[in-house]
């Protein structure tokens, strides 16, 4: 770790004060009067972090060696397709390792999962990204190394396609992550390949193990071409909100890779991603991230943003070192730890209350919203039994359940409802979901679940659009001891 020269991170967020928005200003919106403060926010990151430049560029690729180190920027995508940036964000670099995460997703896409585990392994290897290193079973210990990456990048297509066919594939399938389509620094490719013995001599361990099939020159090549594809900061952050988005790409839509092969690309990333500084980003910044040794670091905070870093002076490991500042002061001034998470099982019950017929019909209200996953699969359930089942005296009629301001439904809450509701049903309650796409049980409400209660196993009484037909019901009050919960 060469954090000796890390300066100790503001003790409170320091936001500038909001500048007049200028017209040629990309984050300012059409008609908006104010700069976002994230920007400002951005800016002064990128100003604290400029004071001084420790590290070294590259030497080994001379291109990497050459270029100007004062270089500095910050960007961020959100999972909507916003980009915020500040300082060098628009300067093309080439992706070098950062490339690795994105061909990795692509292999699995093409072969399936396991296909791809039998070939490369996942674990962090704690050694440089250069190690000549196979583990037991003579596999790359993960793809975020040079020796898991080469391997990953000869899968794509192998047996079917030419060195340039493969290499085309992985351009085109890195400009889908990115929304547009990327170019190759041919000089860098060059000045790297022309001294690039310590990938050539990975290659040759590969193939005498028999990791890879194809030619080992023809895999040091096409990786190196791979490494050599051109991009900004603002790029690379899109690229990870196109992870951090399941694998949609926020602007074009396009589902590039599916949210199980993303899921596996960030987890190779958090543990492997960073070399042997893994374990410190970890802890220090707590989401996945990738570093490349042109010093753009990517990192992709899962179902909220992508972001980009570019500094070109790296540390012992090879990563950016004002990059792993700018990571670990923003992770730690914006509360971005992936271990230090909202409370979603709370905040999903959006209102409870109870409504009085004419007639004295009572039914209890639940409104949901947000992402209804198992922990908050667990509150809806033990709210509509405080509510119903353990408050006899009240003889509640029914329940009504509102999923309207509902974003997502887990497929494992839709089991567990339906069967929760399918219970209160046989209960003597009457169930009515207002779900006008009836999102929250799909065919499972329909009585072909898991585990049906006795008598007629549909979930619901009634699905109906809104609310309308409790216009004219009367608001009561909970009751204390309707309150309790346990
Ligand atoms: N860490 C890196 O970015 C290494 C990539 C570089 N092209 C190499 O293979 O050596």
């Known amino acids: 770790m060469a954090t000796t020269s890390t300066p100790k991170p503001a003790a409170t967020v320091k936001i500038a004060s909001a500048a007049a928005p200028k017209p040629t200003d990309p984050n300012a919106h059409p008609g908006v009067q104010i700069q976002s403060p994230i920007t400002d926010y951005l800016a002064g990151l990128v100003a604290q972090n400029s004071k001084d430049n420790p590290g070294a560029n590259a030497a080994y690729i001379p291109e990497l060696a050459a270029v100007n180190s004062d270089q500095i920027g910050a960007c961020i995508t959100t999972v909507d397709g916003y980009v915020y940036g500040s300082g060098d964000v628009g300067v093309e670099f080439s992706i070098q390792s950062v490339s690795k995460p994105f061909v990795y997703a692509l292999a699995i896409e093409e072969h399936g999962l396991d296909w791809v585990l039998d070939r490369v392994d996942v674990e962090p290897s704690g050694e440089a990204f250069n190690e000549l290193s196979l583990d037991g079973k003579q596999l790359p210990k993960n793809p975020m190394i040079n020796a ?31 929304g547009r389509e990327l170019g190759v620094d041919e000089g860098s490719y060059a000045s790297e390949l ?124 090879g990563n950016s070192v004002r990059g792993m500042r700018m990571y670990k002061q923003i992770a730690k001034e914006m509360v971005l730890h992936m271990m230090l998470p909202p409370p979603p099982a709370r905040t999903v019950i959006r209102r409870d209350y109870l409504l009085r017929s004419a007639e004295g019909e009572k039914v209890v209200v639940v409104s949901l919203m947000g992402a209804v996953n198992f922990t908050a699969t667990e509150r809806i ?106």
């Open 148 to 178: 898991g990456a080469m391997t990953t990048h000869s899968l794509i297509g192998e047996g079917t396609m030419t060195v340039d066919e493969r290499f085309e594939h992985i351009r085109k399938g890195l400009s889908r992550f990115a």
């Open 194 to 317: 022309a001294t690039a013995y310590r990938n050539f001599s990975i290659a040759y361990m590969l193939r005498n193990y028999g990791a890879i099939k194809a030619e080992p020159g023809d895999v040091v090549k096409g990786y190196t071409r791979q490494c050599a594809i051109q991009l900004t900061a603002a790029d690379l952050a899109t690229m990870g909100a196109t992870l951090a988005n399941g694998g949609k790409q926020p602007v074009t839509g396009e589902q590039v890779v599916s949210a199980e092969t993303v899921r596996q690309v960030l987890s190779v990333m958090t543990t492997c991603g960073m070399y042997n500084e893994a374990g410190h980003w970890v802890c220090e910044v707590g989401f996945p991230g990738k570093s490349g040794v042109s010093g753009c670091v990517l990192g992709v905070l899962p179902g909220n943003l992508g972001m980009a870093t570019f500094s070109p002076r790296l540390d012992e490991a």
């Open 381 to 486: 359930v033990r709210v509509m039994q405080g509510r119903t089942l353990k408050n006899p005296e009240h003889k509640l009629d029914g329940i009504v359940v509102d999923v309207r301001r509902v974003d997502q439904v887990y497929p494992v809450a839709s089991r567990i409802l339906a069967e929760a509701l399918r219970r209160l049903r046989s209960t003597g309650h009457k169930v009515v979901l207002v779900d006008p796409d009836n999102r929250l049980l799909g065919d499972l409400g329909k009585g072909s679940g898991i585990d049906t209660a006795p008598g007629d196993d549909a979930a619901a009484d009634e699905i109906v659009g809104d609310t309308s037909k409790f216009d004219k019901w009367e608001r009561i009050p909970f009751s204390p001891q309707m309150l309790m919960l346990d």
